[in-house]
């Protein structure tokens, strides 16, 4: 099923669709706790999951067998991660071919992180300059597929022009792009900021709020490199110096995310999607902390 109509359906019934973020994993340790969290997870009865792909090849395969796994072991709904950099259009081609052949018609479609050899000089290319471009690109030659594309609350760290980016962004969603899954933030004021700043553009496709749960010091530390820009309010930052360690650090991310899910649900949002860094314990107690005993929930 497309996460469009899957969108569209929750819509008319009044639901609001929550879903997973996976990654592949770098060790067997890894793969085994990932499988453990599906496992679990998959009986909150998602909307849809997603799983990311790694730069310049580096975990593309893995994700390409994880997607598969996934859609054929749980039935679940999969989108799978396609970036611009470091991508060509044949290989593009030979991934969406090999995607469509086991019945997996879902992207999102992404600009992406450079890859370290290109940061280092290397002389890889990409036939993809914007992400609106491999949006295209998808849809000429999968127009059954469905897509999606990023959006920032806290405005594109590559982009300080807030005006220009809201144009980039709707021109993904002119090319073909279904719905706007956001990257992670915590302050919802943001985020409904950006809702009203889409509309204002012309962007009607439905906009999912992008939460990552904090769980240890070092990995708020990580989230903060990774998602370049992203704010920390200092209502979470003490919260934070207050834990002993990192188990009362996880329990205030627990807290904290819940509030923030709160909110977006008495504000009408349009889906949340959980970037879970392959642990159910956030998402499992969140789920609990709302009262719901499955995700896709009425909404208040």
């Not at 071919?97 to 600009?111: P, S, V």
Request: glycine content about 8%; some cysteine; aromatic content about 8%.
């Amino acid at each position: 099923m497309l996460v469009r109509d899957i969108l569209s359906s929750c819509t008319e019934e009044r639901k609001i669709p929550f879903s997973f973020e996976f990654f592949p994993p770098k060790t067997e340790k890894g793969w085994q706790t990932l499988y453990e969290t599906i496992s679990q997870l998959v009986e909150l009865n998602p909307a849809y999951v997603s799983v990311t792909y790694g730069a310049g090849g580096t975990t593309r395969e893995n994700t390409h067998n994880l997607v598969s796994r996934i859609s054929r072991q749980t039935g679940l709904t999969v989108a799978a991660h396609l970036t611009c950099e470091g991508s060509v259009a044949n290989e593009v081609e030979a991934i969406l071919d090999a995607y469509d052949q086991e019945g997996i018609c879902n992207i999102l479609a992404l600009k992406g992180d450079v890859p370290a050899e290109l940061k280092q000089g290397s002389s890889g290319r990409s036939d993809f300059s914007y992400a609106a471009d491999l949006v295209s690109f998808i849809k000429k030659k999968k127009q059954h597929f469905g897509v999606g594309v990023a959006g920032f609350a806290e405005g594109h760290p590559g982009m300080p022009n807030r005006l220009k980016e809201i144009d980039f962004l709707k021109a993904k969603v002119d090319a073909g792009a279904d719905y706007i899954v956001t990257q992670l933030f915590f302050d919802n004021r943001d985020f409904y900021d950006f809702r009203e700043r889409c509309e204002m553009a012309g962007i009607k496709v439905p906009i999912i709020a992008g939460i990552m749960p904090v769980s240890t010091r070092a990995g708020m530390a990580r989230m903060a490199d990774l998602a370049a820009g992203v704010r920390f309010p200092v209502r979470l930052l003490k919260s934070i110096a207050r834990a002993d360690d990192d188990e009362g650090v996880t329990k205030v991310g627990i807290q904290y995310a819940t509030e923030q899910i709160s909110d977006l649900l008495n504000y009408k949002v349009a889906g949340v999607h959980l970037y879970t860094l392959n642990n159910s314990r956030s998402s499992l107690e969140i789920c609990h902390n709302l009262g719901l005993a499955k995700f896709s929930v009425k909404s208040v």
